[in-house]
């Protein structure tokens, strides 16, 4: 079976019935794979299995760790990486996880990535 051609086919299917998928729905949902929560993000990427009741790459998908209020230094540290963002110190890193949470607060979502960039510009720049 090509299981990673089953998102793609559930896209068009809601296309054609004009309705959309929910974002948390099992397998197919898009924010299905992703964690906000500092906890367990090193399992996002590293052993799926543990966060997830599927393996994301069965379906053609990733595990995804996004930004907000739930967020936690892990997670910080992970986006930093993720983005080739060098030379922050572990009190910025407190600093940026903190401006995170009041954006994710204020914002009721989580933040792009273009949004923590400009974050953590804010913060080193101090």
């Given at each position: 079976?090509?299981?990673?051609?089953?998102?793609?086919?559930?896209?068009?299917?809601?296309?054609?019935?004009?309705?959309?998928?929910?974002?948390?729905?099992?397998?197919?949902?898009?924010?299905?794979?992703?964690?906000?929560?500092?906890?367990?993000?090193?399992?996002?990427?590293?052993?799926?299995?543990?966060?997830?009741?599927?393996?994301?790459?069965?379906?053609?998908?990733?595990?995804?760790?996004?930004?907000?209020?739930?967020?936690?230094?892990?997670?910080?540290?992970?986006?930093?990486?993720?983005?080739?963002?060098?030379?922050?110190?572990?009190?910025?890193?407190?600093?940026i996880l903190a401006?995170?949470?009041?954006?994710?607060?204020?914002?009721?979502?989580?933040?792009?990535?273009?949004?923590?960039?400009?974050?953590?510009?804010?913060?080193?720049?101090?």
């Open positions: 079976y090509r299981l990673d051609k089953l998102p793609e086919l559930a896209d068009l299917v809601s296309g054609i019935a004009n309705i959309p998928i929910a974002r948390n729905k099992p397998v197919l949902g898009h924010g299905n794979f992703i964690r906000e929560s500092g906890i367990g993000i090193q399992y996002v990427m590293h052993d799926p299995l543990v966060m997830f009741g599927t393996h994301p790459a069965l379906t053609g998908r990733s595990g995804q760790v996004v930004l907000g209020k739930k967020s936690g230094k892990a997670s910080i540290q992970y986006k930093l990486e993720e983005l080739s963002i060098d030379g922050v110190s572990e009190e910025q890193v407190g600093e401006v995170v949470k009041d954006k994710g607060i204020a914002k009721k979502d989580i933040l792009t990535d273009a949004e923590f960039v400009d974050l953590v510009w804010e913060v080193t720049a101090r």
